[in-house]
């Protein structure tokens, strides 16, 4: 069996597509219908290009000969198993290639809680960082004379997001305009900290995995992942009709509301 990799993706594609193009047709697209026709093929043979490489970098093997003439044959008619065989091979792959991902983000997870934990356990020695009852932590970086929000309040904020390892996955400044949002709506780490803000103030914290999406992937975000955000409180509201969620932007708030998975 032959095993796929980078090198070899652009030879199987053009070989695939060599083969297709002979088999139909011996000259290059000229017409609308010969053109659209291919564009088909050249579509089917890129999925299934983008699918063997997604495959091979799990660790699966592929004969890519027989991806080669299973296409053939299934365009001639002619494959050589019955549909419910081809679906019986097709599930028996993904469960490896699920058991293969399963182990992957537990992995990734279990990296990730450990860094967090280990932020956390550093910047806890900061003498400027305050720690909660339920393991938030965070620091004043400029503190404002305005309002407290309370829990049901609308606020709107303005804030950065990082991961532990200084990477940047959101920005409000760079997108020039801040969140509004209901603070219930909201991951359980923004809801408890941004009551402890006045209106006008800078807080720094740092959310645990558990006060913020938990086991959830999010975006660019891995499982298990503590958080660090800087955050602006603009604006408190009192709740009314045109209370909203944040919404993800970029990375964005969105993924921060609803409780555990998300600052949204």
Do not use: C
Not at 2 to 17: C, D, E, G, P, Q
Not at 27 to 42: H, M, V
Not at 84 to 98: G, H, P, Q
């Amino acid at each position: 069996m032959k095993k796929f990799t980078r090198n070899t993706l652009a030879v199987v594609t053009s070989f695939s597509l060599f083969i297709s193009a002979h088999s139909l047709a011996n000259n290059e697209p000229t017409t609308d219908l010969q053109k659209e026709s291919y564009s088909i093929g050249a579509s089917v043979g890129n999925y299934i290009s983008n699918q063997i490489f997604s495959q091979t970098q799990m660790g699966a093997e592929v004969d890519v000969d027989m991806v080669v003439q299973g296409a053939i044959d299934a365009l001639k008619g002619q494959q050589k198993f019955t549909d419910e065989e081809v679906l019986t091979y097709l599930n028996k792959r993904a469960e490896f290639l699920n058991a293969v991902r399963t182990a992957e983000i537990e992995k990734i997870a279990q990296k990730s809680m450990a860094d967090g934990q280990a932020y956390l356990e550093t910047n806890k020695s900061n003498s400027d960082v305050v720690v909660t009852k339920s393991g938030l932590q965070y620091q004043v970086l400029k503190q404002g004379e305005g309002r407290i929000p309370n829990p049901e309040d609308v606020v709107t904020v303005n804030y950065k997001g990082f991961l532990v390892d200084g990477t940047q996955f959101d920005d409000s400044y760079e997108r020039g305009e801040p969140n509004r949002f209901a603070l219930i709506s909201v991951i359980a780490g923004w809801q408890e900290g941004i009551t402890l803000m006045p209106e006008g103030s800078i807080y720094k914290f740092a959310i645990p995995a558990a006060l913020a999406y938990g086991n959830d992937t999010v975006g660019m975000i891995p499982p298990s992942s503590t958080l660090v955000f800087e955050v602006e409180l603009v604006k408190v509201e009192e709740p009314g009709e045109n209370a909203h969620g944040m919404g993800l932007s970029g990375m964005g708030m969105g993924g921060m509301m609803g409780g555990k998975g998300s600052p949204h």
